[in-house]
């Protein structure tokens, strides 16, 4: 079955360093996110993307996260100055499409734990 | 505002029986679709089970069930016949139509015990 693939699983970053983290979806997905978890709470929403534009994002997608599609497979999340907060697992998913009655289903990579030191 | 609330932080069933996790959203969208996912300790988000607001039948999958009861704003997973492979985290989640985020709730740790 294919499915999300995220790298690195684990990655250590200095505060005030810049981070990017990657992400394969499945290869007939169109719609691409980016979600948030700190230990021990829910997952957040970061970002959706979309035919090579952001669609929607949250308060916490700030000036410091991009995202970019750089090729026909990878979809990158950049944090430009990492800070202490930003420690978290991040999920990369990905869906068919985006239908009425929200029928599709967000298949997520096994997430990427970022810690900022 | 969406919002997805899960009551039970942590819930214990023994193995073999049945156990319910509770879910209940709120929204003004008469069309939305709510998922349950479960998160073993490795980490990983493993979608089980969809219910669309416009399906009359509860959504099942294998031992998984969704008792949808739309009047009330609840959805509900049931796991039948627990295994010791269930124990998890486990998040409930909505998406508004033609919205793409996923609203989660906070999750329930089931714990199956032998």
């Known amino acids: 079955e294919p499915e999300v693939t995220q790298t690195p699983s684990h990655q250590v970053t200095q505060m005030g360093q810049e981070v990017i983290l990657r992400c394969v979806p499945i290869?007939?997905?169109?719609?691409f996110y980016w979600y948030r978890q700190i230990l021990g709470q829910k997952v957040e929403f970061l970002v959706s993307?979309?035919?090579?534009?952001?669609?929607?994002k949250s308060e916490i997608f700030d000036d410091q996260f991009s995202v970019e599609r750089p090729d026909g497979s990878n979809f990158t999340l950049k944090i430009r100055s990492t800070k202490l907060e930003d420690s978290a697992m991040y999920f990369c998913?990905?869906?068919?499409?985006?239908?009425?009655?929200?029928?599709?289903?967000?298949?997520f990579g096994d997430g990427t734990r970022l810690s900022i030191l | 505002a969406q919002k997805i609330t899960q009551t039970q932080p942590g819930m214990f069933v023994q193995e073999k029986e049945a156990v319910t996790l509770d879910c209940t959203y709120d929204?003004?969208?008469?069309?939305?679709?709510l998922f349950w996912y479960k998160q073993p300790s490795s980490g990983e988000m493993i979608f089980l089970i969809y219910q669309g607001s416009y399906d009359e039948q509860n959504a099942t999958e294998g031992r998984y069930s969704l008792n949808f009861q739309k009047a009330r704003k609840s959805a509900n997973l049931v796991i039948s016949a627990s295994q010791l492979g269930d124990s998890a985290m486990y998040f409930c989640?909505?998406?508004?139509?033609?919205?793409?985020?996923?609203?989660f709730g906070s999750g329930t740790k089931l714990n199956v015990k032998p």
């Open positions: 929204t003004s969208d008469q069309s939305y679709g």
């Open positions: 989640a909505m998406r508004r139509s033609n919205f793409n985020k996923f609203y």
């Open positions: 290869s007939n997905h169109l719609y």
């Open positions: 998913a990905s869906s068919e499409f985006v239908g009425r009655g929200g029928d599709q289903p967000q298949h």
């Open positions: 993307f979309y035919n090579n534009e952001i669609s929607e």
